[in-house]
């Protein structure tokens, strides 16, 4: 008996060491595979019972779809990625406390600058586009990540590059970009967000000693929110009144709005400057690694030379002088210069987008459930319902994909040409998208957690940081329905000015010519066409998206002069209030499919491209079918044109489904990046057993 338990004892012992030696070398099989960013496929792995195999009609190459998503940015996600994989101490884990978490961040941040040798100053100002990739892989190492470098290098540095001049740069610039001067940007006060224009600090001149005095008048000005500021900076730019004593009256002058660079803990012991108070906003619903602060001043004495004086300048004497004539110019190109947090924004936003969407596509492929009678259960993906419910979400994401990376490269076009058309473009392209897509990814989390099941709901899983960090990102850079009224002001500042006869901007040309086809009747041959050939066609789908939003706009132009006459413009504007918001995001959206389909049509791979046409019919046929009642109201769309959307969108979701492993193996996020266990490329839960002990 004994002879027979060692016998099995060291067949079990053989057998563990044989396992742990195929699980070591699977491992490193798969970070090879992460780091060659060849997707592994391993046949006999991914070979599913007979009754969940699908038919794939396309032919696909993930390094192709990879290189074309990527548009040679790909090299720089993974020297990122290979970066934190070499060091396992600064990866973040699933529980940490959130003091060990900031600690964690600011580490990840100097190892990055330091260690790295990764220069997000330096691409900002001269590569914005390679800028944003990067913070893209960043985003996907951990969102605190990202946020608290976007608060050090495109809040703090931006405001001192964009909003100061020569010498600002010439001061901070080294500092910021090496980390040596950690800062805030303080724009938000308790009592005012979203109201920029109405903050209450003040930044009083005093000639006698030729400084600013910034003072925090009440509670309701206390600097609310700002990053950086509870524990690691060192300045701020501080959004404050600049005020000016008057000789002739004993009220100082109010010029608006400015930005001064305050200086907050002392460079040599880090402790708290005089005049300034600094409390912890304390722990957040999420990005728990960034250390939000709440700021108040009391008599705090700055040099002149600390405004940043690129729009206003004040004198020694005390002259204000500006380019711009009014406060409310100042104020909007001071706004304006800033939008590259929205860029940046919007574009982080599709990253998370791509990660919950592959944790949740790649969980559905693995997971069997039910099936026919005596028969194998069948993958969950091959539920209609499941399709239905994740199939668009991931057409949705390449094309967002594509439209925030035509905005990256506009941003990145009008910081060299500082062309007027383009900054006005850019402006409201990043309201728009920073807002639609935020919305968007932040109900898709739950539909991805949804889609998981109990599996989901750990936090391993991913989907509970996912979306605890992003929810915010609907409401900082701008809250999103305050945002989406700046679209839709544009679009009717647009339509009132330019329509006749004006120039519109590059994305709202369209209108011009949806106008005219709104105006005149819709053809009714047309109405009910209902063919396959008619239904994925481009032209139809543009014309679809593109004949709604001129319809709201030509109504909601119609509807504010109206009220504005009983309610005057600020009541009115409230009347049509919701009116507007579905106008600014019927705009985005036809922004969205128009890039989807450029994107598409410029693809030189013929594979490539014909799976990305199927994604993009999915994409427009998918939004039409979600608004059908607003087509079938306006007899756009005949009924029976209604039913065959509705058809035709069931039939390429399950299209779709076949591709859908290799479509979002195509976002290039390797595993140890994506972490989830339920979520990985080898489709097993062999990960997941390993993580609970087994
Ligand atoms: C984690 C975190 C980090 C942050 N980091 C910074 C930072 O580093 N620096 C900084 O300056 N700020 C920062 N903020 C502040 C952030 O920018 C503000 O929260 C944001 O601008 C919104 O302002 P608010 O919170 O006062 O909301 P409000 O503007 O009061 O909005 C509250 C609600 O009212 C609605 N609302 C407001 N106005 C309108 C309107 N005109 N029409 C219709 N609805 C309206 C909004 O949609 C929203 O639902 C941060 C905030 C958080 C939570």
């Not at 070398?25 to 599913?48: D, F, G, I, K, N």
Request: charged content about 25%; aromatic content about 8%.
């Amino acid at each position: 008996m004994e002879g027979e338990s060692q016998r099995n004892l060291s067949d079990s012992r053989r057998n563990i060491s044989k396992k742990d030696q195929e699980r070591s070398a699977s491992r490193l099989e798969r970070l090879a595979s992460h780091m060659a960013a060849v997707p592994l496929v391993r046949e006999a792995q991914l070979a599913r019972q007979e009754c969940a195999k699908v038919k794939i009609k396309h032919q696909v190459h993930v390094s192709t779809l990879v290189e074309f998503l990527t548009q040679g940015h790909q090299s720089e996600q993974e020297k990122v990625y290979r970066f934190f994989l070499e060091r396992p101490h600064l990866q973040t884990p699933v529980e940490i406390h959130k003091d060990k978490h900031r600690e964690l961040c600011m580490r990840q941040l100097t190892a990055v600058v330091r260690e790295a040798g990764i220069r997000p100053m330096e691409l900002l100002l001269n590569d914005p586009a390679s800028y944003f990739v990067f913070t893209e892989a960043i985003g996907h190492i951990d969102l605190s990540l990202a946020i608290k470098l976007g608060v050090q290098f495109s809040l703090w540095g931006g405001s001192v590059i964009n909003l100061g001049t020569k010498k600002h740069r010439d001061k901070y610039l080294a500092g910021i970009s090496n980390l040596d001067y950690p800062g805030c940007f303080a724009m938000t006060e308790l009592h005012h967000g979203s109201n920029v224009q109405a903050l209450q600090t003040t930044a009083t001149f005093d000639r006698l000693t030729d400084e600013f005095v910034i003072n925090t008048p009440d509670e309701g000005a206390t600097k609310w929110w700002i990053g950086n500021a509870a524990v690691h900076g060192k300045f701020a730019t501080v959004f404050a009144r600049l005020k000016l004593p008057s000789p002739d009256s004993h009220l100082d002058k109010d010029m608006g709005v400015h930005a001064f660079i305050v200086p907050i803990r002392s460079m040599e012991d880090h402790s708290v400057l005089p005049g300034v108070e600094i409390r912890d906003c304390g722990y957040k619903v999420g990005l728990n690694g960034v250390d939000n602060g709440a700021l108040r001043f009391s008599n705090v004495r700055i040099p002149r030379d600390n405004l940043l004086n690129r729009f206003g300048d004040v004198s020694r004497d005390g002259e204000y002088n500006s380019s711009l004539p009014t406060v409310n110019k100042r104020f909007a190109a001071t706004l304006g210069e800033l939008v590259g947090g929205r860029v940046g924004l919007a574009y982080g936003s599709v990253g998370v987008l791509k990660a919950s969407v592959t944790i949740a596509i790649r969980y559905a492929l693995l997971r069997q459930q039910f099936g026919p009678p005596n028969k194998p259960e069948i993958s969950i993906l091959d539920y209609q319902s499941h399709q239905q419910r994740l199939m668009p979400l991931l057409a949705s994401t390449y094309g967002f994909h594509f439209a925030t990376q035509y905005l990256v490269n506009r941003y990145a076009e009008m910081k060299v040409t500082h062309d007027d058309e383009v900054v006005a473009d850019v402006h409201a392209l990043s309201a728009g998208l920073k807002s639609y897509i935020t919305s968007y990814t932040a109900k898709a989390l739950s539909t991805c957690r949804e889609a998981c099941g109990g599996h989901g709901y750990a936090a391993v899983n991913r989907f509970g940081s996912l979306r605890n960090d992003h929810d915010i990102f609907q409401t900082f850079e701008g809250d999103n329905t305050v945002l989406l009224q700046q679209v839709a002001a544009d679009l009717l500042k647009q339509y009132k000015e330019k329509f006749q006869g004006g120039a519109l901007s590059v994305t709202w040309n369209y209108l011009r010519e949806s106008m005219g086809t709104y105006l005149n009747q819709t053809n009714p041959v047309v109405t009910h066409r209902e063919g396959h050939g008619h239904l994925r066609d481009p032209n139809f789908q543009l014309d679809a998206f593109q004949y709604r939003t001129a319809r709201l706009l030509h109504t909601a132009a119609l509807r504010l002069r109206k009220h504005s006459q009983r309610l005057g413009s600020f009541g009115a504007w409230n009347r049509c209030l919701n009116h507007l918001l579905t106008l600014a995001e019927s705009h985005i959206e036809s922004v969205i499919l128009a890039k989807f389909i450029e994107a598409v049509n410029r693809c030189p791979d013929k594979d490539v491209r014909s799976l990305l046409k199927l994604v993009c019919d999915l994409y427009a046929l998918d939004r039409i079918w979600e608004d059908i009642g607003t087509y079938r109201n306006q007899d756009y769309v005949a009924p029976n044109k209604a039913k065959a959307i509705h058809r035709l969108v069931e039939y390429l979701s399950y299209e779709v489904r076949g591709v859908a492993k290799e479509l979002v193996d195509g976002f290039g996020v390797p595993d140890f990046v994506l972490r989830a266990p339920i979520g990985l490329q080898n489709g097993q839960y062999s990960e997941y057993m390993q993580y609970v002990g087994f």
